[in-house]
C-alpha cells in the first residue's frame, strides 16, 4: 500500500489531508518535537502543536507537554485500530437499527453479519412482541436479553425460551420470570425467534457465542415462512428439551388474541383441575353450522407446549368446548380439523 492508498483510508475515519500529513509523520518519526514534525509534514509548529492535541483525544498520539520541549510520541498502532474497531463494533448495531426502521416494506429477508447487530435485532423485536414469542439460544446469552424477556412476559406475551448448551442442572429459581416456560437441553441448538408469526430470525449460536466468527443469521418478515420457523422449533426442538420452568396461571377472565396463550392458560388450568368455561368468537370451519361465537366448558385440551402432553403431534394446539350437551373442538387461524377457527378467546372459571 502506497502513501496515498493509506492516507485515503486514514481519511475514511474523520482525518483532514493535513491531519493525515501530519499524523504519518509522527508515525516515521516516533517520538518527536513539534519542530521535527513540522518539517516533515510541512506544517506550521503552532499547527502541529493544536492538531497534537486533537489526535490524542482521538487515541493517535500522546503528548508529553512537561518536557520542554514538547515531546509528542505515536500510540501503538494495534491499539489505534483496536479502538477503531470498537468504535465500529459500537456504532454498527445503532446504524443498522435506524435503517431498518426505515426499511421498505417489501425488504423480506436481511442478512446479518455482526453479534452485536444479532443480539440488537433480538430485543428490537422481543421489545415489539404482542403475543407470541419462541426463542431458542445459547444458555450463557440469556443473561444480554433477560431484562427484555422479562418485560416481555410483563407485557402478557406467551413466551416459549429453549436454552441450550446448558451446564449441570440449571437453577430453576434464576429462570422465574424469563419466560412463560423454560426448557433446557445439553447441546447447542440453533438461534431461532419468531414473533407474533409475521417476524423470525434464524443463525447458527456461533455467531452469538464465538466473537470472531464468520457466520451469517438471517432476519425475515413474511407471514407464510415465519409459521413454519415456530413448527420448527416446536416440532424439532421443544419436545426434546427437558421442562425446567412454568409459570403460574393468569388471573381469570382474560381474553386472548393470540390462540396459543389460550391453550396455553387452559392447560395449565386443567392441571389443576380447575372447571373453565371458554367464550370464543371466530367462524365455523367448512360447512358446520355454528354461529360466530361460541361458550362452554372446556372438557379436552390438546397441545405440548407444556407436560404432560396431550397433543397427537407436537404442532397440534386445539381444545374442545361442550355447548348445550354437544363438543365442538376449536382451533387457532388456519384450523382445518378442529369444527370451529377461534380469533379471540375469554376463560373463566366456573364454580363447582
Given at each position: 500500500m502506497d502513501d496515498d492508498e493509506l492516507a485515503a483510508l486514514l481519511e475514511?475515519?474523520?482525518?483532514?489531508?493535513?491531519e493525515?500529513?501530519?499524523?504519518?509523520a509522527i508515525l516515521d518519526h516516533g517520538e518527536s518535537k513539534a519542530?521535527?514534525?513540522a518539517d516533515a509534514a510541512d506544517v506550521s509548529k503552532r499547527?502541529?502543536?493544536?492538531?497534537?492535541e486533537e489526535l490524542e483525544e482521538r487515541g493517535f498520539v500522546e503528548v508529553d507537554d512537561h518536557s520542554v520541549p514538547t515531546v509528542i510520541r505515536p500510540v501503538q498502532p494495534d491499539t489505534v485500530v483496536g479502538r477503531l474497531t470498537d468504535s465500529i463494533d459500537e456504532i454498527e448495531p445503532e446504524l443498522q437499527s435506524r435503517y431498518t426502521a426505515t426499511e421498505r416494506a417489501d425488504e423480506q429477508f436481511e442478512v446479518i453479519k455482526s453479534r452485536q447487530t444479532v443480539l440488537k435485532r433480538l430485543e428490537n423485536l422481543l421489545a415489539g412482541a404482542e403475543t407470541e414469542v419462541t426463542l431458542s439460544l445459547p444458555a450463557a446469552v440469556l443473561p444480554q436479553i433477560r431484562s427484555t424477556l422479562e418485560a416481555t412476559v410483563e407485557r402478557g406475551v406467551l413466551v416459549l425460551l429453549l436454552l441450550g448448551a446448558t451446564e449441570g442442572d440449571q437453577d430453576i429459581a434464576s429462570l422465574a420470570g424469563t419466560a412463560s416456560t423454560v426448557r433446557t437441553w445439553d447441546a447447542l441448538v440453533p438461534t431461532m425467534l419468531t414473533v407474533d408469526g409475521?417476524?423470525?430470525l434464524l443463525a447458527p449460536s456461533k455467531i452469538l457465542t464465538t466473537a470472531t466468527s464468520d457466520t451469517r443469521a438471517i432476519a425475515l418478515t413474511q407471514e407464510q415462512l415465519v409459521p413454519v420457523l415456530a413448527g420448527s422449533f416446536l416440532a424439532n426442538y421443544w419436545p426434546t428439551a427437558e421442562e425446567r420452568?412454568?409459570?403460574?396461571p393468569n388471573d381469570l377472565p382474560c381474553t386472548y388474541e393470540g390462540f396459543r396463550s389460550a391453550v396455553f392458560q387452559i392447560a395449565l388450568y386443567r392441571a389443576t383441575d380447575t372447571r373453565i368455561e371458554a367464550s370464543v368468537t371466530g367462524s365455523p370451519v367448512g360447512d358446520a353450522d355454528l354461529p360466530s361465537s361460541l361458550t362452554g366448558e372446556v372438557v379436552d385440551v390438546r397441545q405440548s407446549l407444556v407436560r404432560p402432553v396431550t397433543s397427537t403431534l407436537p404442532i397440534e394446539n386445539a381444545f374442545e368446548l361442550e355447548v348445550d350437551g354437544e363438543r365442538y373442538t376449536v382451533g387457532g387461524t388456519g384450523a382445518f380439523l378442529e369444527d370451529y377457527e377461534a380469533q379471540s378467546v375469554t376463560i373463566r372459571k366456573l364454580e363447582d
Open positions: 475514511r475515519f474523520g482525518l483532514s489531508e493535513k493525515t500529513d501530519t499524523y504519518l519542530s521535527t514534525i499547527y502541529v502543536y493544536s492538531i497534537s409475521q417476524h423470525g420452568y412454568v409459570t403460574t
